[in-house]
Each structure stands twice: as C-alpha cells, then as structure tokens.
C-alpha cells in the first residue's frame, strides 16, 4: 500500500470525563487535558483520540448526542477545545474526535421535532414503525426490545443501543447530507480525523422479519439483521467521497463483525476507511469451553509488547501505560454504566443469582475502564478536588503517574521506552512500515517476523508463567530490545523467561 502520514503514529484514547478535572466539579474536561498535554508529550504519543464530548444528556455516557456542534458544558466551551487544538499542535500532537453518527440522543432537536410532528421532514431522519405491537423479536445491544413505543401514538421508534438512543435513517438522503455537512464542518476545524462508532449498524434488513429467539427473554440478537447488512458499502463509500476524502485526515472504524474477506473493502488501498478495529481479540481472557467469563492471567508488559510491535497503528488507552486494574464493586448501585445495568439484569433472566451476576459485571463492565485516572498518590488520586463522578479504583495510592514516572521497571517508562523504541530507533521504518508473518513456535509462545527487503525482525512473546525454549530461525541472532534486562540465548536457541517479550535480529 502506499505509504500514509498517519502509519507513523502512536495514538492515545483518552475518556475525558475521567481524565483530569480542571474545575473541581468531579467531572474531567478538556482544560484538564491541556493542563497534562506535556505528560502525553513526554510518554511519547503523537495523537490523542476524544472520546465524545458533545452536547448530551450523558444516559450513555456522551454516545447519545443531542447536538453534533455543540460541546456539553460539563467538558467545556469551543474556546477549550481551540485551546487544546493549538496547545497541541505545539507539541506535535494531533487531535482525534469521537464521531457517533449511527443514532442520535432522544434529546437531540430533531427526534423531538419527529415526536412533535410525524409528517415533518425529521419523522424520516429516524426509523418508525405504525402498528399497536412491536415489529419484530430483535434485542437490543443493550438488553430489551428495539423498538420503544411512541407516547400516544400507535407507533414505534427503532433503537439498536439504548432507548434513549434512536437510529438514525441512513435510507434518508437529506439526512446523509445534513450528517456529511457537520462533519466536514468538525474537519475545517483542525481536527485530525475521527474514530467512528458503531458504524456498521447503519444498514438494516428492511423486511424487518422475525429472528430465530436465542434467549431467555424470546428475543434475537439484532446484529445479526442490522450489522454489515449487504447494501452498506454504498453508504460508506458516500460518506468517504462527500467528507474524508476531501480532507487530509484519518478515519479509524468501530465495525465489528467484518470478516477477513471483507477487509479489503473496508481498509484496502481505497477502503472506506484508514483504519479498522478487529475486536476478536477483546475476549482474550476468556477460557474457552469455561464458565462465563472465566478470566486467564495475563501481564500487562509482555501483552503491551506483543500488540505494540504488530504491522498497523498502536493505539494506547488511557491508564494502559500504568498498569491500572479492575475494580471490585460491592453493589449495582455503584456502576453508571448503562450496558453494564442491562447486562446484570440479562445476567438475572438467565437463572443467574444476584451474586454470580454481579461477579460477572464487575469482570467486564466497561466502567472498569472508566475509573478517574489517578495522578498521584493523594485523595482522589489528584483527579479531582471535588467528588469523582465515578469512584476511584481501590489501587491509585500505589498505581498513579507520579509513582511510575522517572522510576526504572515501572510500567510507564517501559511504555515510554517501548514508543522510542518504535518511533525513533534504528529499526522504525522496519517496525512502522514493515511486513508481518507469523512464525511457527511451541505452545504458549507466541512469535512473529516484521521485516523489509533489508531486514528482518523476529518478535518473541511467551505467555506462560514458564521457561519456554525456542529454536533460533538463524545462526548470529542478537536481542535488540525487551522487557527483561537478559536474553539467554547460545546461537542456536533461545530461553524465554515466563513473560518475556523479547525481539531479535541477525548480527550485522
């Protein structure tokens, strides 16, 4: 493929309303994002991904946006954000937004217009449905029914995530066009590109037919007729023409479900988009064949690696670089996540106890990864002077930035190291633009080869607590770079330590 500016990056996903408080209210901002761009400056990153910060009643967090070019005030003003934009840019950091056009808030001027008044034009920028029953079995992303009835009208709206999130009607040509216009406008602005929610939900099987039921609940899993529907490709390639295109920009998609064969189409030479996120590695703690959720240890450094020097984009998300953990909660009460609400309640409908729904939740609740991000070791973690909105895990007064950075052998400088090591090193045109093949090992290792016509890298990853020995691909090789300070290796093979993540050349 040809080569592209945005291949040299190292992007970092920050979730701004847990990121830093500026002003005390409990709630992260964008002030407090430019307030630490010189701690994302120092660890090495290049791009910093927004999660939404758009006007919204925040029932899903700020993925239910009630106006696409305002910002909530919680977060800010559009002067907070120019700031971060230029502060940035200073520092050679780019600046990704979170762009959530599959479904609007419920809140959002134009479903309310389409509740006021079904014969105006924003009726159709949705997906209703008359009728004095709901349409079809399909289940929500998020538990329940699709379809919410309409007050006083025998009339459904439609929903794949949360009922206070309607889809919008991709079939709708002025509301592409409406949907185009803002995003170019958001371009225009400065911005470096977007991360793309769930993009691929936006075409439906429209004989909106019955599903076999897959659950307690009578229901059927509605991606299987509303992700990666036949048809979307035109959609996709509409929005690429009339705003990416036309921008020097990049475009990372949240499409799950696109098989391999599919991936050309999506981020080939003229893909749709730049980038794609494959989420069937997201369920890697999983023991296969077990109880749900049954988690498999793994480490944070040699599991950090191993991603890290795969061919494509590294993408860090926010306390990743600390080594930060789960949290422990003792009640429902104490989650806001609206997924993790429905899951427990699922959880309860298929003849789970209270307990082991909770248990479960806690293991995979996206609130995990929404915990404040602790700075340092004082109340709150240095977060916040007020109340976190979501509390603090119970770890931060021994995991925090300040306890890691300047020390050797913690998580943050190996990450720092690892991001030099990538980004400005002797072999990063190898390790950012080079091929990739697998390479056979033995059980619990994991390996591969990133090289060039020139060179050749072999990278090294064993995932057992024990020593594993693997033959060397050539005679000469060296270690170029680890997680352990050691490599034992006599010229034929080589002993890899539990954990240990290791690359390897041929001596020169």
Same mark, same amino acid.
């Given at each position: ?213 897959? !659950? ?54 003229? !893909? ?50 600390? !080594? ?157 770079? !680890? ?26």
């Amino acid at each position: 493929m040809t080569k592209k500016w945005w291949q040299d990056e190292v992007i970092y996903q920050i979730y701004p309303k847990s990121f830093r408080d500026s002003n005390g209210d409990g709630i992260g901002d964008i002030r407090g994002i430019t307030e630490k761009l010189d701690y994302l400056k120092d660890l090495g990153v290049t791009m910093l991904w927004i999660c939404p910060v758009y006007q919204s009643p925040m029932d899903d967090n700020g993925y239910d946006v009630s106006d696409y070019m305002a910002l909530a005030p919680e977060f800010g003003d559009m002067d907070d954000l120019d700031e971060l934009i230029r502060e940035a840019d200073k520092r050679d950091i780019k600046i990704m937004m979170d762009l959530v056009i599959n479904h609007s808030s419920d809140e959002h001027e134009w479903f309310q217009k389409a509740l006021e008044d079904p014969e105006s034009r924003y009726h159709d920028y949705y997906i209703f449905k008359e009728g004095t029953k709901r349409p079809n079995n399909w289940r929500s992303i998020f538990g329940g029914s699709v379809w919410e009835k309409v007050p006083g009208r025998d009339e459904y709206y439609y929903h794949t995530f949360g009922k206070k999130q309607p889809d919008l009607n991709w079939e709708n040509e002025e509301l592409r066009k409406v949907l185009f216009d803002m995003v170019n406008w958001w371009l225009d602005r400065g911005i470096a590109g977007f991360r793309i929610d769930a993009i691929s939900f936006i075409k439906k099987d429209l004989t909106w037919a019955d599903r076999e039921p897959d !659950g307690a609940d009578g229901l059927a899993k509605c991606a299987k007729a509303t992700r990666n529907m036949p048809g979307i490709g035109e959609f996709l390639t509409e929005l690429k023409e009339e705003t990416f295109a036309r921008h020097k920009c990049v475009t990372v998609a949240e499409a799950a479900g696109v098989p391999y064969e599919k991936m050309e189409e999506f981020i080939g030479e003229n !893909g749709y988009f730049d980038m794609i996120f494959d989420f069937r590695y997201a369920d890697l703690d999983i023991a296969s064949g077990s109880e749900w959720f049954k988690r498999l240890p793994w480490t944070v450094k040699m599991m950090g690696a191993m991603y890290f020097f795969l061919r494509g984009v590294p993408f860090i998300y926010q306390g990743q670089e600390l !080594g930060m953990v789960n949290f422990e909660r003792t009640s429902m009460d104490q989650f806001n996540d609206l997924s993790s609400i429905d899951q427990y309640q699922r959880s309860l409908e298929e003849g789970l106890t209270e307990e082991e729904a909770l248990r479960i939740v806690n293991l995979r609740s996206r609130d995990n990864a929404r915990t404040p991000f602790p700075w340092n070791a004082e109340k709150y973690g240095g977060f916040t002077e007020g109340t976190p909105w979501l509390d603090m895990t119970e770890e931060y007064p021994k995991i925090n930035a300040e306890e890691q950075k300047g020390k050797t052998g913690s998580i943050y400088e190996f990450y720092k190291e690892m991001i030099a090591f990538r980004q400005h090193g002797p072999y990063s045109r190898t390790l950012i633009e080079g091929n990739i093949e697998p390479v056979g090992s033995g059980d619990d290792v994991i390996a591969y080869r990133r090289f060039t016509e020139e060179e050749s890298i072999y990278c090294l990853f064993n995932f057992s607590g024990e020593e594993r020995t693997e033959t060397l691909p050539n005679t000469g090789m060296v270690p170029i770079w !680890g997680n352990l300070e050691e490599t034992d290796m006599d010229g034929k093979t080589i002993k890899l330590q539990p954990y240990q993540a290791v690359l390897i050349k041929e001596n020169e």
